[in-house]
């Protein structure tokens, strides 16, 4: 099984599940805080079966019942602006040097590590498993620096 996450542009972000069997259930996090759960056609990935939007509450309660206490690789955040400039959040599962998250065009502008705000950590600096990373940049690099530290 494996997780990714892509930005929908003017819709919010979609959070895509693919199981080991094939199937791909997706969360659709909506700007204005709504989640979907889609569910695709395991013959063509790209063709939506069906969805349900969930209130938060019901998002609560499927969480409840999947076992979920929090994330437990990652989520993010992405807020973009004039399409130059993206402010990127992830809660990481997996320690990393920051070193390898260097990217052209993108930067870790800070990290919250319990009740701290490490603000440019620098490039000696080890990610920990539950560090949130705020990361700043073009979109692209943005998303790139988070690839990797979310990649298993």
């Known amino acids: 099984m ?19 069997d094939g199937h791909h259930v997706g969360l659709v996090h909506h700007a204005d805080d709504r989640r979907e759960l889609v569910v ?5 990935p790209d063709t939506r079966m069906t969805g349900v939007l969930l209130t938060t509450a019901e998002a609560g309660v499927l969480a409840d019942l999947l076992g979920v206490d ?3 690789v990652h989520c993010a955040r992405l807020d973009r602006y004039a ?3 993206a402010v990127l959040q992830v809660l990481i599962g997996a320690g ?4 390898d998250a260097a990217v052209d065009g993108a930067v ?11 603000v440019a950590p620098g490039r000696q600096f080890r990610f920990s498993p539950g560090d949130v990373v705020v990361v700043v940049g073009r ?5 790139e620096v988070i690839d990797f530290l979310t990649a298993a």
């Open 70 to 72: 929090g994330p437990t």
């Open 83 to 85: 399409e130059r400039v």
């Open 108 to 118: 870790v502008a800070a990290v919250v590590r319990d009740d701290q705000v490490l």
């Open 2 to 20: 494996r997780t990714d996450q892509r930005p929908l542009p003017g819709v919010g972000t979609l959070h895509l599940l693919h199981a080991d």
């Open 139 to 143: 979109p692209d690099a943005a998303m």
């Open 96 to 99: 990393r040097p920051a070193m």
């Open 40 to 44: 695709y056609d395991p013959a063509d």
